[in-house]
């Protein structure tokens, strides 16, 4: 996540501490919560949203669930919710995509509450890189579905991929779309991504649909 749009000469969005997790390669140590230092299951931990710094944060149950009962949704971080919807009706179509410039077929979209606007990122070889989209293709997406009203600032995000079948669009929680990322960046290999990285991608969103509740009803 980035606090500032890119520069003029750079336009990969800033990982900072806490997304090189998804990224790099795994620490040999045992990770703890950051905010308590309690010992975390691995995987299946919580993660906390580190407004201040941009940055994601391992949490315990614990001490995600006193936050979100503190009004963890207004301060400093915020607890990633686990809440995972599609919109199998959805007003995005090819035209659309066009309009959105982005180079490759996904993208996610989350309220940055330090800019009080929607940023749109998406994976390249380099990480999560910023798309600097002009108002009307914002709004092209907003109207396009409800998920966007619903997105909770900074914790949420707006998932979307083109392919043959169409526009797949999702609300996730924001720390699975930089689980993507450092995926993508990790499997990587020339022009498009290779076999591998479109594998890995295939993979990803089929668990993202299993994981899914369409707001229409049933499953995506």
Wanted: contains cysteine.
């Amino acid at each position: 996540m980035s606090a500032h749009p890119p520069g003029p000469d750079t336009r990969r969005a800033p990982v900072r501490r806490g997304l090189s997790r998804f990224t790099g390669p795994r620490p040999a140590r045992e990770e703890r919560c950051e905010l308590c230092a309690a010992a975390l299951p691995d995987p299946g931990h919580r993660h906390l949203v580190d407004t201040e710094n941009r940055a994601l944060a391992c949490a315990c149950d614990p001490c995600a669930q006193l936050l979100t009962g503190q009004g963890g949704d207004t301060g400093r971080f915020r607890t990633v919710p686990g809440r995972c919807l599609s919109d199998s009706a959805h007003g995005l179509d090819e035209a659309a995509w066009e309009r959105l410039r982005i180079p490759v077929g996904v993208a996610f979209f989350f309220r940055n509450s330090a800019l009080g606007r929607l940023v749109a990122l998406y994976p390249s070889p380099a990480g999560a890189t910023e798309s600097e989209l002009e108002a009307e293709s914002w709004q092209s997406v907003l109207d396009a579905t409800p998920l966007a009203g619903l997105l909770e600032p900074d914790v949420e995000a707006l998932l979307l991929r083109r392919h043959e079948g169409g526009v797949e669009c999702h609300l996730v929680p924001i720390d699975i779309c930089y689980e993507l990322v450092g995926r993508m960046r990790l499997r990587w290999q020339g022009f498009d991504g290779g076999a591998e990285a479109r594998a890995d991608l295939t993979a990803f969103f089929a668990q993202v649909r299993e994981r899914a509740r369409d707001i229409h009803g049933g499953r995506p």
